[in-house]
C-alpha cells in the first residue's frame, strides 16, 4: 500500500490550480504539504480523498484505505464524544474507541454533546476520529487549527503511532510538527495561466 501520484492536475471552480505534480509516500512515510495560501493545498488534498475529480493525471491508492480529515471536523453535535467516536466506529466497522479517547485525552470530555466543546476540543475530538477509521493513509488539512501546544504534541505522537504502524500521513500544515517527514512545497506547480492564442487578440489590439 502506498500513496501514489503521477502528472497530476486539480482544479477549483473549474479553473486550474496545479499541474504536473508527481510523488509517492511509502508505508511508515510523512509527507508534509506547504505552500502559499490560495496555492491549491486544500484543492489537491479534497482531490485525493476522492471528494473532486483530478483534471488530468493519476491517483494511485484505493479510495477506500484513505481517511481525510479537513477544516469542518465533521462532528454531530448533539451526540456527546463517545457518541460521536461510536458513531464513526460503526461506519467505519471498527469497534475500538478507547484508543482514540486516549490519544486525545477525551476520558474526561466523553460525555459531554459535541456541541458544547470548545474548539480545540472540537478539533481533538476530529482528529481522534482518524484512529477509529483504522484506515492506513491520513490526508489531513491544516490539522492543527485552534490547537494549543499539548494537543499539539498529541497529534504528532498519533502521527509518529500511525507510522509506526506502518501508515501514511499526507499534512497540509503551515507549522512545524516535529516529525520526520519530507516536505514538497507545491509553489512550483502552480498552473500556468491558459494562453489566448495570437488571433484571439486581434479584436482587441
Ligand atoms: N469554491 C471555490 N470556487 C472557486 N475558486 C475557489 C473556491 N475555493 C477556493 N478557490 C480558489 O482556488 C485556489 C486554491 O484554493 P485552496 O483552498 O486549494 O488553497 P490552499 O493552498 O489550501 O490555501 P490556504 O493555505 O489559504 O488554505 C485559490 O485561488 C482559491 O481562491
Known amino acids: 500500500m502506498h500513496l501514489n501520484v503521477q502528472d497530476l492536475s486539480v482544479a477549483?471552480?473549474?479553473?486550474?490550480?496545479?499541474?504536473?505534480?508527481?510523488?509517492?509516500?511509502?508505508?511508515?512515510?510523512?509527507?508534509?504539504?506547504?505552500?502559499?495560501?490560495?496555492?491549491?493545498k486544500t484543492t489537491l488534498l479534497r482531490s485525493l480523498a476522492g471528494?473532486?475529480?483530478?483534471?488530468?493525471?493519476?491517483?494511485?491508492?484505493?479510495?477506500?484505505?484513505?481517511a481525510y480529515?479537513?477544516?469542518?471536523?465533521?462532528?454531530?453535535?448533539?451526540?456527546?464524544?463517545?457518541?460521536?467516536?461510536?458513531f464513526w466506529a460503526d461506519v467505519f466497522g471498527t469497534n475500538d474507541i478507547a484508543p482514540a479517547l486516549n490519544a486525545f485525552e477525551l476520558e474526561p470530555l466523553a460525555n459531554r454533546p459535541a456541541g458544547a466543546l470548545s474548539a480545540g476540543q472540537k478539533r481533538?475530538?476530529?482528529?481522534a476520529r482518524l484512529l477509529v477509521t483504522a484506515r492506513p493513509i491520513w490526508i489531513l488539512d491544516e490539522p492543527t487549527v485552534s490547537l494549543d501546544i499539548h494537543a499539539v504534541e498529541m497529534f504528532a505522537n498519533a502521527i509518529r503511532a500511525h507510522l509506526v504502524g506502518g501508515g501514511i500521513a499526507l499534512i497540509a500544515t503551515h507549522i512545524d510538527l516535529g516529525l520526520e517527514a519530507d516536505i514538497l512545497d507545491?509553489?512550483?506547480?502552480?498552473?500556468?495561466?491558459?494562453?489566448?492564442?495570437?488571433d484571439a487578440m486581434e479584436g482587441f489590439l
Open 12 to 40: 477549483r471552480g473549474g479553473i486550474a490550480v496545479l499541474e504536473g505534480l508527481s510523488f509517492t509516500v511509502n508505508p511508515g512515510q510523512a509527507l508534509i504539504l506547504r505552500g502559499p495560501n490560495g496555492i491549491g
Open 124 to 127: 481533538r475530538l476530529g482528529l
Open 186 to 198: 507545491i509553489t512550483s506547480f502552480k498552473a500556468k495561466p491558459v494562453a489566448m492564442k495570437d
Open 51 to 66: 471528494l473532486q475529480p483530478a483534471l488530468n493525471g493519476e491517483i494511485n491508492a484505493p479510495n477506500e484505505s484513505i
Open 69 to 86: 480529515a479537513a477544516h469542518s471536523d465533521g462532528i454531530k453535535h448533539v451526540l456527546t464524544v463517545r457518541e460521536n467516536l461510536e
